[in-house]
């Protein structure tokens, strides 16, 4: 019988670790989620800078056309 009680109290004591290292990751899912959606608004923000930058710069579309010898 008391082995039967030290192997549940190892199964319940297993049991805890488990929860608390669960909850720790899920921590840090969700940290990591926040971040993601974060670093996504920031991309989305430069490309729109990058494009209106890229609209505004003086240039003709004949500039970037190769000499006629290519």
Do not use: K
Not at 3 to 18: G, M, P, S
Not at 50 to 61: E, H, I, K, R, W
């Amino acid at each position: 019988m008391n082995e039967l009680i030290a192997r549940l109290d190892e199964l319940e004591t297993r049991l805890a670790f488990q929860d608390d290292t669960i909850q720790a990751l899920n921590d840090v899912v969700s940290r990591q989620e926040l971040e993601l959606e974060r670093l996504q608004r920031a991309l989305e923000l430069l490309a729109r800078r990058q494009a209106d930058l890229a609209a505004s710069m003086p240039g003709d579309a004949e500039d970037d056309q190769p000499p006629p010898h290519y």
